[in-house]
């Protein structure tokens, strides 16, 4: 019990018996995951709505003027490989993620 108090107190989560993982380093493995599952879908998020702004801004050029829309169309192009480029990162780091272990959830073969 006094493990689970000073881990409270220096900001580590409480464990109990039903924990799936094993140790503390488990626990900073998935929250370091989680971190950056949750900087990989930010900038996933982030590149797309730039990119539909850029396709908003090339649509509104070539309909108002005949020939100034190559700027917007290269922005354009541009925000699309950065969305393309960050869709690609966060499905890496989705491959490389660690499971916790599935028999311990209790969503083994024979389900939970």
């Known amino acids: 019990m006094t ?3 000073d881990a409270l107190h220096a900001g580590q989560p409480m464990r109990n018996s039903l924990d799936p993982c094993t140790s503390c380093a488990d626990w900073r493995v998935l929250a370091c995951q989680v971190d950056s599952l949750r900087a990989a879908l930010l900038k996933v998020l982030d590149t797309r709505e730039k990119e539909a702004k850029a ?4 649509r509104t050029a070539v ?8 700027r917007e169309c290269n922005a354009h192009s541009r925000a699309m490989n950065a969305a393309n480029t960050a869709e690609k990162e966060a499905r890496l ?4 993620l660690k499971t916790p272990n599935a028999e311990l959830t209790g969503l083994g073969r024979n389900g939970g």
């Not at 780091?93 to 490389?96: D, P, S």
């Open 3 to 5: 493990m689970e108090i």
């Open 55 to 58: 396709m908003f801004a090339w």
């Open 63 to 70: 309909d108002n003027f005949s020939d100034g829309s190559m």
């Open 93 to 96: 780091l989705l491959a490389t």
